[in-house]
Structures are given as structure tokens and as C-alpha cells.
């Protein structure tokens, strides 16, 4: 399992906290119990000090300002730091659906099929969660480019599972280009 993390952490600016917690409403989409599985994680983890329950665990994804619901101050480096490992221990127990649905080998149709659950589901918790009248979420909701966009969060979560996976995730989050 993924290591807690250490006492500092990174400073992430708003575009790494938006893909972080659209990292986590991806991890909700594949895992229908997604919210208690990353409670119950976060214990393994050792993190019950950061997210005692899901209450706290929603506070820290709550500094994404594309949320319905937001807080204005800035997610604390060490809060950041253990969502990040949250989410890579996450993908890392995921693995073997990412596989899947990335997979060239699986047939068409079944791969599809598959798609088109995480589609509808990630839009549905998308919708519910986020603002719609914000500009960046109508890009997340938009038809032609929603494929493309949820595609690029499951490679995302593909490449952060396994060893090195919390390193690679910092390092996408902290990088300034869109």
C-alpha cells in the first residue's frame, strides 16, 4: 500500500486542485462505494488524523473552485500531500479495471460498453458536484470534448498506480500548462 505522507508537502496551485479532485470524482466513478472505499484507505494509510470520516475528507476536496460548494482559502500542503497518496493507492487498487478499459486486447463492443458507464456516470457526478455556469466545467460537460477529457483522467490514474505513482502524480499536478 501507498506510504503516508511526509510532514511537508506541496503548495498546489488551482489548476492541480481541480485535476486532483477530478482524479478523486473518477475513482468515485469506477468504485460506486468510491467514498467510503478512500475513508476506509485513508485508515490503512494511516491518515485517520487528516480524514477521521468522509465529512473531512469532503472539506479538503471542497478548494476546488469548480465545486457548487467551495471554500476560499487555500488546501493546506499537507492536505494536498495525502490526497495525493489517497489517490494513488486508490489507482493502484483500481489497476485492474483501468486495465481494462484501456486494453486494445479486450473485443470493441465490451470495451465500449464499459466507456460509456464511466462516461455516464463520471458526467452524472460531475453535474451533481460541480457549477455548471463555470466556464471550465461547461469544457468537462461538453460532448465533443467530455471522451477525450475523462480518457486522459483514467490514463492519468493508470499511470499513478504502482511504484514511483505518488512522484509522477505531484509532478502533473504542479505543472503550469492546461
Same mark, same amino acid.
Given at each position: 500500500?501507498?506510504?503516508?505522507?511526509?510532514?511537508?508537502?506541496? &503548495?498546489?496551485? &488551482?489548476?492541480?486542485?481541480?485535476?486532483?479532485?477530478?482524479?478523486?470524482?473518477?475513482?468515485?466513478?469506477?468504485?460506486?462505494?468510491?467514498?467510503?472505499?478512500?475513508?476506509?484507505?485513508? $485508515?490503512?494509510?494511516?491518515? #485517520?488524523?487528516?480524514? =477521521?470520516?468522509?465529512?473531512?475528507?469532503?472539506?479538503?476536496?471542497? $478548494?476546488? =473552485?469548480?465545486?457548487? *460548494?467551495?471554500?476560499?482559502? #487555500?488546501?493546506?500542503?499537507?492536505? !494536498?500531500? *495525502?490526497?495525493?497518496?489517497?489517490?494513488?493507492?486508490?489507482?493502484?487498487?483500481?489497476?485492474?479495471?483501468? $486495465?481494462?478499459? %484501456?486494453?486494445?486486447?479486450?473485443?470493441? #463492443?465490451?470495451?465500449?460498453?464499459?466507456?460509456?458507464?464511466?462516461?455516464?456516470?463520471?458526467?452524472?457526478?460531475?453535474?451533481?458536484?460541480?457549477?455548471?455556469?463555470?466556464?471550465?466545467?461547461?469544457?468537462? #460537460? !461538453?460532448?465533443?470534448?467530455?471522451?477525450? %477529457? $475523462?480518457?486522459?483522467?483514467?490514463?492519468?490514474?493508470? %499511470?499513478v498506480a504502482g511504484p514511483g505513482g505518488i512522484d509522477r502524480l505531484r509532478a502533473t499536478l504542479l505543472d503550469p500548462t492546461p
Amino acid at each position: 500500500m501507498t506510504e503516508a505522507p511526509a510532514q511537508s508537502g506541496v &503548495r498546489l496551485g &488551482r489548476r492541480g486542485v481541480e485535476r486532483l479532485d477530478l482524479l478523486l470524482l473518477t475513482i468515485e466513478a469506477l468504485d460506486l462505494n468510491g467514498g467510503e472505499a478512500m475513508l476506509w484507505t485513508s $485508515h490503512q494509510m494511516g491518515l #485517520q488524523q487528516r480524514f =477521521p470520516n468522509r465529512v473531512e475528507l469532503w472539506k479538503r476536496r471542497c $478548494h476546488n =473552485p469548480l465545486r457548487k *460548494s467551495t471554500r476560499r482559502d #487555500q488546501l493546506d500542503p499537507v492536505d !494536498a500531500e *495525502s490526497l495525493i497518496c489517497l489517490v494513488c493507492a486508490m489507482a493502484e487498487r483500481l489497476y485492474p479495471m483501468l $486495465h481494462q478499459l %484501456l486494453s486494445t486486447r479486450e473485443p470493441e #463492443q465490451l470495451t465500449e460498453q464499459r466507456w460509456s458507464l464511466v462516461y455516464e456516470r463520471l458526467s452524472d457526478l460531475i453535474d451533481e458536484r460541480m457549477n455548471p455556469r463555470r466556464g471550465a466545467v461547461m469544457r468537462l #460537460q !461538453a460532448r465533443d470534448t467530455r471522451p477525450a %477529457l $475523462h480518457r486522459e483522467l483514467i490514463q492519468t490514474l493508470a %499511470l499513478v498506480a504502482g511504484p514511483g505513482g505518488i512522484d509522477r502524480l505531484r509532478a502533473t499536478l504542479l505543472d503550469p500548462t492546461p
